[in-house]
């Protein structure tokens, strides 16, 4: 079988579904990530748009033209709004929801009403190159805080893209035969799509990457965390004093004999060995035993009983 166009598309739109299925396999099996399902999403709907560009001939001409390549930029707006959830930031939701209302009008005035296969290009390569660009300072910079080797990894995997797209864009306004250029499978279309597939495969095994590494942060700062509270724990204890015993007590003056063999009042020794405070008081039998014949005592017993 010859290989043409439509076969490369094809190709790329299967690896690039074959990665939407890893990252939300990943998200599933080992727990959330906040932000991994948008790449999915994102790769999801890019690898869609290829298949209907594939197809091109059989649907309309605005579904494969207009659609599609709104669809593909509105798959790596969607990857960056991810990517950004990702590293905890704002998604910035605004921006992703208004590209296509921006680029969908100038796709459809390139094809229906002047049509031209080089600006339609020019105008998908530079929005993608733009969230490239995006995607790759975001990660870039963040790695340098948290010294993520997956996250610089899947960074430069994304400046690379942006790097090779400017390279082609800059052939293609050189170019003053595009359409041939391009649809000829000249050399260099040749090297974009076997880069799209390189591309294809390295974020996704950065993005893998970064889901795992991720976790792991997460499991060591749990793991800290939990030292840290064992720590506060046995040193809790640690201060916690607890009589245990026979306690030698006077049977007369009830004072306690400690292991030095000196007699302490009972509630200076429970105090020493233990947690407890006291605060004296008298009880009924001993203040009528102490102050039971004193007219101001017998004054005040007799007022009780009249309130009662």
């Given amino acids: 079988m010859d290989l043409d166009i439509s076969t490369l598309i094809i190709m790329l739109a299967i690896a690039i579904f074959c990665s939407a299925f890893l990252v939300s396999l990943v998200h599933r099996l080992r727990f959330s990530v906040q932000g991994t399902l948008f790449w999915a999403y994102g790769c999801f709907m890019a690898a869609c748009a290829l298949i209907l560009t594939a197809f091109r001939g059989i649907p309309p001409d605005f579904i494969t033209l207009v659609v599609a390549n709104t669809v593909i930029v509105y798959g790596y707006s969607i990857i960056w709004s991810g990517t950004r959830i990702f590293l905890q930031r704002s998604s910035l939701l605004k921006i992703t929801l208004t590209t296509p209302l921006v680029i969908s009008p100038f796709l459809f005035w390139y094809s229906e009403v002047s049509p031209s296969l080089k600006i339609r290009t020019l105008l998908v390569f530079t929005m993608i190159i733009i969230f490239s660009t995006a995607i790759a300072y975001e990660l870039l910079k963040t790695s340098k805080e948290t010294n993520g080797i997956a996250q610089r990894f899947t960074g430069y995997v994304y400046a690379a893209n942006?790097?090779?797209?400017?390279?082609?864009?800059?052939?293609?306004?050189?170019?003053?035969?595009?359409?041939?250029?391009?649809?000829?499978?000249?050399?260099?279309?040749?090297?974009?799509?076997?880069?799209?597939?390189?591309?294809?495969?390295?974020?996704?095994?950065?993005?893998?990457?970064?889901?795992?590494?991720?976790?792991?942060?997460?499991?060591?700062?749990?793991?800290?965390?939990?030292?840290?509270?064992?720590?506060?724990?046995q040193k809790t204890l640690s201060e916690v004093k607890t009589l245990r015993g026979f306690l030698p007590i006077c049977a007369s003056c009830k004072k306690i004999r400690d292991d030095k063999g000196y007699w302490n009042q009972i509630e200076g020794y429970i105090q020493k060995?233990?947690?407890?405070?006291?605060?004296?008081?008298?009880?009924?039998?001993?203040?009528?035993?102490?102050?039971?014949?004193?007219?101001?005592?017998?004054?005040?017993?007799n007022e009780e009983k009249q309130k009662k």
């Fill in 273 to 301: 060995h233990s947690e407890a405070q006291f605060s004296h008081g008298m009880c009924p039998e001993c203040s009528y035993e102490l102050y039971g014949k004193e007219d101001w005592y017998i004054e005040m017993k």
């Fill in 162 to 233: 942006a790097l090779f797209l400017l390279i082609f864009y800059i052939l293609i306004v050189s170019s003053t035969s595009y359409p041939e250029f391009y649809l000829n499978l000249g050399g260099f279309a040749i090297g974009l799509y076997l880069w799209s597939f390189v591309f294809v495969f390295g974020f996704t095994f950065g993005m893998i990457m970064m889901i795992s590494e991720k976790l792991e942060g997460k499991l060591k700062r749990a793991e800290t965390d939990l030292r840290f509270e064992k720590q506060n724990l």
